[in-house]
């Protein structure tokens, strides 16, 4: 399949190379000079505009930075340069309502387009192991499933035209959550006197268990290898959570819902990122209690 592929950067440029070695034809465009250079050298073909790249291909994927720019390069360079009949895949994490005013746009002008963001970080587009959740008519989904099996273990349909946002932003919320939570225990099991080995050893085989706690343990040392091992190196940086509980919380604004513990976790966040902290693993945020 020739596939035209936008936004190369740290998760992109992993992705397109993926495309290549499932055997697609993969036309790719990009701002940078360098991530233009790095996919050539992935096997792809290198354009200098993404009309360009689009022309003739039967799938256009974006992994790009924000929604602002994936609608700019919706508007100006995909709808209507893209052959008739190609269907488009946005993987980029946005807002949910500017998803579905992109691909009510591509749809009015007789496209099908789904939004497919991501879990999953740069180990995982590289190894092409991402999770995909996918919102988008029943036949747009159908059409996008194989393009992104090359790229991803699990690809789930969470809907209609944006669901894929909403679970995104929503699983990620309550991800920061349990981190803040499993944080706050563990800091204050250590002040009661607690080993934190002991406390894992009892909290993870009772109810305070959770994914923060048994697969990404923020205290060095205790459970399986995660970043606190690597001093905060790796792993999903907190900037890029904080992107996503900005994201939480315009969407809980517009769709008039109650977040106290979302809110509280994007205010720790706001101030961890605040302080200089934007590159480091999200478990880091132990540091501050
Ligand atoms: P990145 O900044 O490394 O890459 C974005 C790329 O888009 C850059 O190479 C940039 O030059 C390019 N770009 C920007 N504007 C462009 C335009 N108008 N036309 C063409 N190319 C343009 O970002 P990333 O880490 O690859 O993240 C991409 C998306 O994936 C984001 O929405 C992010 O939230 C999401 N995401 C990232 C991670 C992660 O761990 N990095 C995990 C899950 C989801």
């Not at 009661?192 to 085989?205: A, N």
Request: with cysteine.
């Amino acid at each position: 399949m020739k596939i035209a592929f936008i936004g190369l950067g740290n998760m992109g440029g992993g992705m397109a190379a993926n495309l290549v070695k499932a055997g697609h034809e993969v036309n790719a465009f990009d701002l940078s000079e360098d991530a233009l250079a790095a996919a050539k050298d992935n096997g792809c073909a290198t354009f200098i505009s993404a009309a360009e790249a689009c022309e003739g291909a039967e799938a256009v994927v974006s992994m790009l930075p924000n929604g602002a720019i994936v609608k700019s390069v919706y508007s100006a360079d995909v709808i209507g340069k893209a052959p008739a009949g190609a269907v488009f895949l946005d993987c980029s994490t946005i807002d949910v309502a500017t998803a579905r005013e992109v691909i009510g746009a591509a749809e009015s002008a007789g496209y099908e387009m789904v939004d497919a963001p991501v879990s999953g970080g740069i180990a995982a587009a590289n190894g092409g192991t991402l999770t995909f959740m996918v919102g988008g008519s029943q036949s747009a989904f159908s059409r996008a499933k194989p393009v992104l099996e090359a790229m991803g273990k699990a690809v789930i349909h969470a809907g209609d035209a944006g669901n894929g946002q909403a679970a995104k932003i929503c699983n990620n919320m309550l991800l920061a959550i349990h981190m803040a939570g499993t944080c706050e225990a563990f800091a204050m099991a250590e002040k009661l006197g607690l080993d934190p080995q002991t406390f894992y050893d009892i909290s993870s085989v009772s109810s305070g268990q959770n994914w923060s706690m048994t697969s990404y343990c923020p205290v060095p040392g205790v459970g399986p290898q995660s970043p606190s091992d690597n001093e905060y190196q790796g792993g999903f940086a907190t900037a890029l959570m904080l992107k996503d509980l900005r994201l939480a919380m315009e969407a809980a604004d517009s769709s008039d819902s109650a977040v106290p513990m979302g809110a509280r976790a994007a205010a720790l966040y706001e101030d961890f990122n605040g302080a200089g902290n934007g590159g480091k693993d999200f478990s880091a945020l132990i540091k501050t209690y």
